[in-house]
Structures are given as C-alpha cells and as structure tokens.
C-alpha cells in the first residue's frame, strides 16, 4: 500500500474550553521530519518527551526538554505567539498534544507517537496534578483572554471521589477521555503511527527507546547509549524536573517535582472497592470495545 492509498484521518470537531484550543493545528505549518507526541495526558508525555530529545542530542546533558516540545493545543500563550516561536526552532521538532485523533490535523509526512495508560492511573495521577496547582495556574487558564465554557476550579473530595467524576463525567474536568483512546486506537496501523503504553514503558525502558529511535529512524551511537537510558530514568528525571516540566513546574506546589510525581501504577488498587472496580471496567468495554479495553488496561500483556 503506498501513502495515496492509505485513508488518512481527517480533522472532524474543535475543542475550546479552559485548556485547550483545537484551532490551533489549523494554522500550524508541518515540516517533513516533524515528531508528534500524543497522550491523554498524565500518560507518560513528559517522559516520552525526554527520551526523543534524549535520541536527538545523542544522551546530552542539560536538555530542557519542556521547553524545546511545548504543547500544541494549550490555549496559552494564543497562536499568534506560539506559531511564530515554533517556526523559529531550527531543530528536529519534537511536539505534544492531548487532544483526539479526530481534533488536530494529521499530516501523512509527520511521525506520531500515541502513548496510553489505564483511565484509572491517569485519574490518580492527574488528582496529584490538580490539587497542586498553584495561583499561577488557575490565573493562567481562567484569566487569560480566549477561555470558552466554565472555569477550571480546584477539586473538590478525596481521589476516590475525583475518579469516579472522571470517569462517569468523561475525563471531567480535563477534555473527553474515551473519545482520545478511541481514536487514537482506531488508527493504530497507519506506517507513521506508534503506539505505546505506559505499563510497557515501565516493564522495558531500554526496548522502548530503541523502538523509538527505530521508529523515528534515529541511529544510536552506541558509546552514548549509557546516557541516554541513565538521563530517561524516572530517578534522573525527577532530581533533574525543572529542565523536563512545563516553565519549569512554575505553576504547582513544590514546583517541578511535584509535576513528576511517582511515576507507578496501580495506586487505585488499595482504595477502590470492588464495586467501583467492576463499574470502571464495564464503562471501558462500553466506550471502547473489548480488544481496546483489554489493551488499555495491560498493555502488550493483554490477553495472556
């Protein structure tokens, strides 16, 4: 099959509310080698982040990853002052996005890589995320011109309680959960498009890197290989935050390391009863479909 015959996806539905601004894929202007990093979000972006900045600069040191790969569809700053700055960058681009296949424009030259967790680590992991959340932040997305719908407010009860919102109110107070992992599931065999998961990522960081890099067609010099596994290390990332993390974890208590929180899964095992385990996996297979379920869930493992 050669790229003419493939049914590229097509850009379908917009999203605008406290965070995001879909509209702005629609300006931006790909170049040939362009990386594009995709999650939920509280997925594994910002380490994956690291490993493609880690594959282009040969395991350096010091790279501030945040700041070379900002995020696409974030509403601030406005396009008119994020496309401008992502023309100017001379290097290989590396970029993110949380938002559905089905919401940003999809190029057939660029390459894609689709990261995704269990809805129920994500959850726990974006309570941490939200409840640290500092002044900075809410001004920042409630008060900068351009907000559509409601604001975005500090949560409100325990994590049990914010997952169990998250889930009924999908993704609620963040953009539609099962509409990103659909999409991005449903085209998982275009040639351009690799598709992770974050279970992977744990159970085999050096296999996941050598995959990126084969995907990206990154040669590894192979005498710089102990640093760059060294430097996309949680332990390396978490004492290293403020060059990983968006404007250097400015916008939450405790400042970068709390962005890079534990990195684990499985939290929501211990906390959540029975009941709430089987209503979430029921919610999956409804939204998602089986095979997708399962996936979402364990990973390459699912099904053994």
């Known amino acids: 099959m050669t790229p003419s015959d493939i049914k590229w996806p097509k850009k379908t539905r917009e999203y605008h509310d406290h965070h995001t601004d879909s509209t702005i894929w629609n300006d931006f202007k790909f170049r040939a ?22 594959l282009l600069h040969d395991g350096a040191e010091g790279i ?6 900002p995020w696409v569809d974030m ?57 640290n959340a500092n002044e900075a932040y809410y001004d920042a997305v409630n008060n900068s011109p351009g907000r559509v719908g409601p604001a975005f407010e500090p949560p409100k009860g325990d994590v049990v309680e914010y997952f169990r919102e998250f889930v009924e109110k999908d993704g609620f107070p963040y953009w539609p959960f099962w509409q990103n992992i659909r999409t991005w599931w449903e085209i998982r065999d275009l040639p351009n498009l ?14 996941t890197i050598r995959q990126i890099a084969e995907f990206l067609e990154i040669p590894i010099k192979e005498e710089k290989w102990p640093a760059i596994l060294e430097h996309c290390s949680f332990d390396y990332m978490k004492e290293n935050a403020a060059a990983t993390v968006p404007l250097n974890g400015a916008l939450w208590e405790g400042g970068a390391k709390t962005f890079i929180h534990k990195g684990t899964n499985g939290r929501w095992a211990d ?34």
């Open 33 to 54: 080698d362009d990386i594009i990093i995709a999650t939920y979000a509280k997925s594994g972006t910002t380490w994956t982040q690291q490993i493609v900045s880690q």
């Open 64 to 69: 501030a990853a945040a700041d070379m790969s």
């Open 75 to 131: 509403r601030v700053p406005p396009k008119e002052v994020k496309l401008p700055e992502l023309e100017k960058q001379t290097h290989r681009r590396f970029l993110k996005t949380h938002l559905p296949a089905d919401a940003i424009v999809y190029s057939p030259q660029a390459k894609y890589i689709f990261i995704a967790r269990d809805g129920r680590d994500v959850a726990w992991s974006f309570y941490n995320h939200h409840k």
């Open 194 to 207: 690799l598709t992770l998961h974050f279970a992977d990522m744990k159970a085999d960081l050096p296999g």
């Open 271 to 304: 906390m959540l009863s029975q009941e709430d385990i089987k209503w979430y996996e029921a919610e999956v297979r409804k939204h998602l479909g089986d095979e997708c379920a399962e996936w979402l869930a364990h990973g390459s493992r699912a099904g053994r």
